[in-house]
């Protein structure tokens, strides 16, 4: 059973870069049968999508954040990692990793619990 | 880009059946899904592809779409059914992935 993990730094300086790693137990981030999602949620707001990529490098990004994005795979480590660049408040966010079966429509399933990152000088 | 429209806010007695509604242009030509989120905790999938349940989600829980709406409907209420409910789908024409606002629970 997949399981995810998130993990980076809390706290993030304004115009700094933010980097997160999803660590992946119970499968192989090399499958082809999933691709690997970031999700956002701001506090008391809503979910965004990110972006998504596939174990050969394929990715998929919100055209909001497109071009601040990137999500890479190491398979060596059975990570995915996401950067977002230029950071604001803005961005202060729970952000999650999630699974998305190939073979599915879409869903994302399972989720990690979600690592908070805040923005502040 | 493909937008999704929740009403923000539902309220049902226990034992009642809530609906919470999904909206999107043509949105019976896509597979919806749907999360709940409880307070300090991440999504969890209720329902995929409109109507199918994950293992391990109650039979309460079920789901349809037509036309412009997609409904996820609670039957026999409980309090801990309270929570935030998303759609979501998987716009092909961009490869993107959708959600939508939200609409947060509320058993009275």
């Known amino acids: 059973q997949l399981q995810l993990q998130e993990s980076g730094p809390g706290l993030v300086k304004p115009s700094e870069t933010l980097s997160l790693t999803c660590t992946v137990s119970?499968?192989?981030?090399?499958?082809?049968?999933?691709?690997w999602g970031w999700i956002r949620q701001p506090p008391g707001k809503g979910l965004e999508w990110i972006g998504s990529?596939?174990?050969?490098?394929?990715?998929y990004y919100n055209p909001s954040l497109k071009s601040r994005v990137t999500i890479s795979v190491d398979t060596s480590k059975n990570q995915f990692s996401l950067k977002l660049s230029s950071v604001t408040a803005a961005d202060t966010a729970v952000y999650y990793c999630?699974?998305?079966?190939?073979?599915?429509?879409?869903?994302?399933?399972?989720w990690g619990q979600g690592t908070l990152v805040t923005v502040s000088s | 880009s493909y937008v999704l429209t929740q009403p923000p806010s539902v309220s049902v007695a226990p034992g009642q059946t809530a609906r919470i509604t999904c909206g999107g242009n043509?949105?019976?030509?896509?597979?919806v899904h749907w999360y709940q989120q409880k307070p300090g905790q991440a999504p969890v999938l209720v329902v995929y592809?409109?109507?199918d349940r994950p293992s391990g989600i109650p039979e309460r829980f079920s789901g349809s779409n037509s036309g412009n709406t997609a409904t996820l409907t609670i039957s026999r209420v409980e309090a801990g059914d309270e929570a935030d409910y998303y759609c979501?789908?998987?716009?092909?024409?961009?490869?993107?992935?959708?959600f939508g606002g939200g609409t947060k629970l509320t058993v009275l």
């Open positions: 119970g499968g192989s981030i090399s499958s082809s049968s999933y691709y």
């Open positions: 043509n949105i019976g030509s896509k597979s």
């Open positions: 592809d409109d109507s």
């Open positions: 979501q789908v998987w716009d092909s024409s961009s490869d993107h992935q959708v």
């Open positions: 999630a699974s998305i079966a190939v073979a599915g429509t879409g869903w994302f399933d399972p």
């Open positions: 990529i596939y174990y050969s490098g394929s990715t």
